[in-house]
């Protein structure tokens, strides 16, 4: 899993060719620690896609911009342009990611 230190370094993942998968994440939040052990999984069981773990205390100002207000959340783009977000102040299961990864097929 890709883990940017700068902005800069965040701006290259969108210009990116493929779908790339923004994982908003902070350590101090429980239910992003839930999600952690399966992180490794979620990237294996998705091959074609690029994850992109975002610390977003670190990345505030993109929180902001792309509406993140609730964590763990995850914003998927293909060529520069979002297609899909699962963006809410629940807990997420490995089978939901699953199928909301799923369902952008």
Not at 18 to 44: H, K, M, N
Not at 53 to 58: C, G, K, N, P, S
């Amino acid at each position: 899993m890709l883990k940017p230190d700068t902005y800069e370094e965040l701006a290259t993942y969108l210009e990116r060719e493929g779908r790339i998968v923004f994982l908003f994440t902070a350590d101090w939040c429980p239910d992003c620690q839930f999600l952690y052990p399966f992180l490794d999984e979620l990237e294996a069981n998705n091959p074609s896609l690029t994850f992109v773990q975002v610390d977003r205390d670190d990345f505030m100002l993109l929180a902001q911009k792309w509406d993140i207000f609730g964590i763990p959340s995850l914003i998927v783009v293909e060529n520069g342009r979002e297609i899909g977000r699962l963006v809410n102040k629940r807990r997420k299961t490995k089978e939901e990611i699953n199928r909301f990864l799923a369902g952008l097929e």
